[in-house]
């Protein structure tokens, strides 16, 4: 299913670059909400995805 490959991505993410940015991963790691959109059909999660606004680059300072 596309959260058993979403999870699996994040699998892949973390073993890549946990060790470099522990602090970027163990928030992810803790997030229960991170793939919470795959519980709706895949028609409204494009939908929610294209809808979000994107955060700004100052929000990451």
Known sequence: SNLEAARLEFKKLKNSIGKVY????????????LFSFYRY???IRSSI???QSSPSKESYK
């Open 22 to 33: 522990p602090k970027v991963v163990k928030p992810l790691e803790s997030n229960e909400s």
């Open 41 to 43: 059909p895949e028609q």
């Open 49 to 51: 995805y294209t809808s």
